[in-house]
Nanobody, 115 residues
Framework: QVQLVESGGGLVQAGGSLRLSCTVS????????MGWYRQAPGKQRELVAA???????NYGDAVKGRFTISRDNAKNTVSLQMNSLKPEDTAVYYC?????????WGQGTQVTVSS
């Protein structure tokens, strides 16, 4: 059974930084595309960043140059370093992967950026 558990969210002032982690069990992060998504109140869930099994990364336009996705193969985790945070980054952040024709999501972690 694939399980994703996010951690690291919290309250931060605009301009600050946070690092989110996704601990993965039931699959190997280096063999899968791993993604971070977010959903703000009243808005659709959107892609924040993703990393493929080959190590290629892509980012949502709103976070390019500020956020960095990475993975730790030894710990089987995926992280999202978020710098220069803005109030519009406030959302619940979710870790995601796709295994055997099924999408898996974590429970989400709240990120709140105050102005």
């Amino acid at each position: 059974q694939v399980q994703l558990v996010e951690s690291g969210g919290g309250l931060v002032q605009a301009g600050g930084s946070l690092r989110l982690s996704c601990t993965v069990s039931g699959t190997i992060v280096s063999s899968k595309r791993m993604g971070w998504y977010r959903q703000a109140p009243g808005k659709q869930r959107e892609l924040v960043a993703a990393i493929t099994s080959g190590g290629s990364t892509n980012y949502g336009d709103a976070v390019k140059g500020r956020f960095t996705i990475s993975r730790d193969n030894a710990k089987n985790t995926v992280s999202l370093q978020m710098n220069s945070l803005k109030p519009e980054d406030t959302a619940v952040y979710y870790c995601n992967t796709y295994v055997m024709f099924k999408d898996y999501w974590g429970q989400g972690t709240q990120v709140t950026v105050s102005s």
